[in-house]
């Protein structure tokens, strides 16, 4: 059972994978492009964590995908996305790439973990989409850098096996930071898995 329940978690920390061809929104009707920094900060914890954890925790980061003017950072496997989540980016690091200028929104896909011999039951009660959490716009020519800062918080230690950050993201350009606001805890506006009929889930067909 550890085995799926590691593969549905992204970035618990356990689990690294590898980046792919990156995909980007269509150009503006202008042409003009800025920039887009994904930048993770490395992680920290409100409680000392075993030093097994820790070691594993340096080698994770978070995945994330862009397209067609929408961010998504999943805590769910991607092969249950339908949406390029093909970019990796280690905790204490960064990535830029170019994009069309224009207004973005970032979705956070967020889990929390239950004991269940079923993937989809475990997606069922864990699984949550947090749509448009984050509005920034990329200017042409400028460069806007979303920030993410993951918080292992207490209440999201599950059992001595799993370990998941808190994704606090803010949004960082010439007119200064916003607020933090958290990608992946489950709120009012929140969207539970099962009654999610928007595109970024993926249903066989």
Request: hydrophobic share 40%.
């Amino acid at each position: 059972m550890r085995k799926w329940m590691l593969g549905l978690l992204l970035q618990a920390g356990m689990v690294v994978s590898v980046s792919a061809q990156e995909q980007a929104p269509p150009p503006s009707e202008t042409g003009e492009t800025g920039t887009l920094v994904v930048e993770i900060k490395p992680f920290t914890s409100e409680q000392e964590l075993p030093a097994k954890a820790v070691e594993q925790l340096k080698s994770g980061g978070l995945e994330w995908g862009v397209r067609d003017g929408k961010v998504v950072f999943t805590m769910v496997g991607k092969q249950f996305i339908d949406f390029p989540i093909n970019h990796m980016t280690r905790y204490g690091q960064q990535e830029s790439l170019p994009l069309p200028a224009g207004e973005y929104r970032v979705t956070g896909i967020g889990l929390e973990m239950h004991t269940s011999f079923s993937v989809n039951k475990v997606l069922e009660r864990g699984a949550f989409f947090n749509e448009d959490a984050v509005v920034f716009r990329i200017e042409p020519g400028k460069t806007t850098t979303v920030s993410i800062n993951p918080v292992i918080r207490k209440d999201a230690i599950f059992g001595s096996t799993f370990y998941v950050p808190t994704l606090m993201a803010s949004v960082r350009d010439d007119a200064g930071e916003t607020p933090a606001v958290a990608l992946n805890v489950r709120g009012p506006a929140s969207i539970a898995w099962p009654q999610y009929t928007g595109p970024l889930k993926f249903v066989a067909k």
